[in-house]
């Protein structure tokens, strides 16, 4: 059964970039997106 969830755009983001299946995500720190990889991060690490 599916869910609803409330998220801001980088999280909304960084679902769309894990149901992508990217293998390789260049990025540089302390910039917008520093948010988005973090979500990334966290998303990982519960795997």
């Known amino acids: 059964m ?6 801001d755009g980088n999280e909304a983001a960084a ?6 299946r990217v293998e390789v995500i260049p990025v540089y720190p302390i910039t ?3 948010e988005l990889i ?3 991060a966290e ?3 519960r795997s």
Not at 2 to 7: A, N, P, R, W
């Open 32 to 34: 917008p997106q520093t």
């Open 15 to 20: 679902w769309g970039v894990k149901l992508s």
């Open 2 to 7: 599916g869910f609803t969830k409330m998220m």
């Open 43 to 45: 998303m990982i690490a």
């Open 38 to 40: 973090n979500h990334l």
